[in-house]
């Protein structure tokens, strides 16, 4: 990590991490619904990019939840880079989400645009999404302080991870400290992929801040064939969950149907992280004797 970094914390005080003489690490854990994520679980959340209708979600919803994830998101409001692209179902899609949480049990991650909308997403969502577009909305993210549901926060597409993490202040210093980071990719040159995940980006959020990180692998491939190898590498690096696109027919996704994946295809990116997730939590309980060791 870049040592200028070192003594520059105080724009990000509440989110960072407190240097730890005593070999303490504090960790915030998220704590939704019976769900404590940052703790010990990697927390898969997953759902469609829209909700579209009834049945689209609620098939989906009995997908994932049936995969393993613990989550479902799907945006009733949605930002669209294109004015002419559809913009969401708004109430009546944080409705339909309503009713898939009734029939599943899962957690509901959505989107908020504008702090207009905050109190009635708030009555209806678990997890407010706070977009990639949106990270230095500050009037967003003040109301967002006291909006009394945990916050998801994703990097702007072009922020450093100094400016993410000082837009997570603006959400700590308004009043709410449950906040989850989510690394989505950002723009660089390259062309092949819609972004570039940043997987340097969760070592060094999980280092400086005691927040929460997730990994949403399917903006930043663009593309679905490049999902699974992404929230390998996000499990690889330590993160504490992902975001994942999902949708009974991708073909016909009203957004972002090139990256979601279907329900087979999910199910088998699930299945294929569980060697991996297993690994994980070895290392992590191997860690403590290494550190003991003089090895770390
Ligand atoms: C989304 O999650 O569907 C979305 C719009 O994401 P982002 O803000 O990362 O583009
Ligand atoms: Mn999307």
């Known amino acids: 990590m870049n040592p200028k970094w070192n003594g520059q914390f105080s724009c990000f005080d509440l989110v960072a991490r407190p240097a730890d003489a005593s070999g303490e690490r ?31 979600l609620l098939t989906t919803a009995e997908a994932v939840a ?3 994830a613990r989550v479902l998101r799907g945006g009733a409001y949605k930002p669209r880079s294109s004015p002419y692209a559809f913009q969401g179902l708004g109430v009546e899609g944080l409705k339909i989400l309503r009713k898939a949480r009734e029939q599943t049990g899962l957690a509901i991650v959505t989107e908020v645009m504008s702090e207009e909308d905050v109190d009635v997403i708030a009555e209806y969502a678990d997890i407010m999404q706070v ?24 990097r702007g597409m072009t922020a450093t991870l100094e400016e993410f993490l000082c837009a997570a202040q603006v959400v700590a210093l308004a009043g709410n400290p449950q906040i989850i980071l989510c690394e989505r990719g950002i723009r660089t040159f390259e062309t092949a992929t819609r972004n570039t995940l940043d997987i340097a980006a969760i070592p060094v959020l999980k280092t400086v801040s005691h927040l929460p990180v ?7 491939a663009g593309v679905r064939s490049i999902v ?21 027919c991708p073909e016909k996704a009203w957004s972002d149907g090139n990256q979601s994946l279907d329900f087979t295809e999910f199910r088998n990116m699930m299945d294929d992280l569980q060697p991996y997730l297993a690994l994980q939590q070895e290392a992590r309980e191997l860690r403590p004797r290494l550190v003991v060791g003089g090895a770390d």
């Open 131 to 154: 977009g990639t577009r949106s990270m230095e909305n500050y009037a967003l993210l003040e109301a967002l302080g006291s909006c009394g549901c945990p916050v998801l926060l994703k």
């Open 228 to 248: 699974p190898a992404l929230s390998r590498a996000a499990v690889a690096v330590g993160a504490d969950g992902l975001l994942v696109e999902v949708h009974p």
């Open 66 to 68: 049936a995969a393993g």
């Open 26 to 56: 504090v960790r915030t854990v998220v704590s939704v619904m019976d769900l404590e994520i940052g703790a010990n679980d990697f927390v898969v959340m997953a759902g469609p990019c829209a909700v579209e209708c009834e049945h689209q």
């Open 214 to 220: 997730i990994v949403d692998p399917s903006h930043a």
